[in-house]
Structures are given as C-alpha cells and as structure tokens.
C-alpha cells in the first residue's frame, strides 16, 4: 500500500526565511503522481502543483519551488523569503489508481 | 470556471440523528467525486469516491453511506452519528486522477 510520511509536524520561521517541507512516499506503483495542497486555517485545501512519476524535472513558480527526486522518493517544498500570508498546514497526497493517499501534513507558522 | 459547493458550513448533531452533506460541482461533466474526512489536527482520510452515477467505492467501513443522484452531486448520509463521526467532511472532484479540487468543506460536531 502507498504511505506518506511528512516528517516534521509543525514548523516556525520569521519572515524573509526560505523554509523546506520535505515529504517521502512509498509505493510500489511505476505509474503515479504527487501533488501539494496548501491548507489555510479557513479549512479549504488549495492546490499547488502535481508532479507525474516519470518527470524529474525541478519546478519553479514565483517564490515557491519544487525537488521530485525519485531515487529517495521523495518531493520536497520550499518557500524562498517567507511571508506571513504562507502560514498554513501543507499536505503532499500521493495519487495512484484512485483517490489521493494523505500524510498527516506539516504545520508551518511563519512569524512577522 | 469549474466550482464546488458543499453545505452547509457548520453543523452541530445530536448523537443518533440522521446526517445528509450534499457536495455539487458546476461547469465539468462527468467528474469524479470523492468524500474526505479530516480529524483535528490530522491528514484527509478518504471515505467514498465515485466515477459516475450510481458508482459509489467505499474506503472506511463504518455507518456512512454516500449517494450519486446525479452526475455532479454527491451526498454523504448517516442513519444514525455516532460521537467519532465528528470532523471535518471535504467534498472533491477531478477529471480522472490528475489533481482534485476542494469544496470548502462542512464542520461536523456530533454531541
């Protein structure tokens, strides 16, 4: 069965801070994406990016970055130069054949 | 421009009532729709997801029950709630399984 694990539970950095989210999957699926989810304390999960298995490319977007590294199965999130607004609980769902598989999520609080 | 609605916002149950949550999507056809629930402080937990009318996987066995009606609504049903069906319910959809797309969710408290 597909598992991830997102390590660190709750992070907090003051602000202008770059600050990384790691996550790691396990799966046996060859065929599979990854996605990141924003959650603000309003509830609603925002989608962030999806990432299909068989590409490894690195990805940037404004101050948000992405590192998919199949090799350590893992698909990590950093933030350059932090803001307040990005405090939010950050998931890395797996999606297989079917619906997303969760982490437990990380937490992170950025202090202005 | 695709949305989702879910309702109501908040709800607040006495244990052994019915629940009904209702979730429709507007500008896509033929979506797949998904039921999550999120404990405090915890990951979604997927309960039922379907890909067409009257096609309902169930993930969690347990005393809720989802419906299809249509093609662009979804419903998730209790007979009776019980004190651990407390949570935050979130009502999906997605075009096959590329990224899903969040309705804003429905605050459950059973009491």
């Known amino acids: 069965a597909q598992k991830v694990t997102q390590a660190q539970t709750e992070i907090s950095v003051v602000e202008k801070e770059d600050v990384t989210l790691d996550c790691v999957y396990e799966?046996?699926?060859?065929?599979?994406?990854l996605f990141w989810y924003k959650q603000p304390p309003s509830g609603e999960l925002v989608f962030l990016i999806r990432?299909?298995?068989?590409?490894?490319q690195n990805e940037i977007s404004g101050r948000y970055s992405w590192n998919f590294q199949k090799s350590t199965s893992s698909f990590n999130f950093t933030i350059t130069a932090s803001q307040v607004v990005d405090s939010a609980v950050y998931f890395c769902?797996?999606?297989?054949?079917?619906?997303?598989?969760f982490g437990s999520g990380t937490r992170l609080q950025v202090q202005p | 421009s695709q949305t989702i609605h879910q309702w109501p916002a908040t709800l607040v149950q006495p244990v052994g009532s019915p629940l009904s949550l209702e979730c429709t999507v507007e500008g896509t056809s033929n979506p797949n729709l998904y039921w999550y629930r999120q404990a405090a402080g915890r990951g979604l937990q997927l309960l039922f997801y379907?890909?067409?009318?009257?096609?309902i996987s169930s993930e969690v066995p347990q005393n809720l029950s989802a419906s299809r009606p249509q093609d662009r609504q979804f419903i998730l049903s209790s007979k009776k709630l019980l004190l651990s069906d407390s949570g935050f319910y979130l009502c999906a959809w997605s075009v096959a399984n590329y990224e899903q797309y969040f309705g804003p969710g429905t605050r459950l408290t059973v009491t």
């Open positions: 799966t046996r699926d060859t065929t599979y994406y």
């Open positions: 379907s890909v067409g009318i009257g096609q």
């Open positions: 769902p797996y999606g297989g054949r079917r619906a997303l598989t």
């Open positions: 990432r299909n298995s068989f590409d490894e």
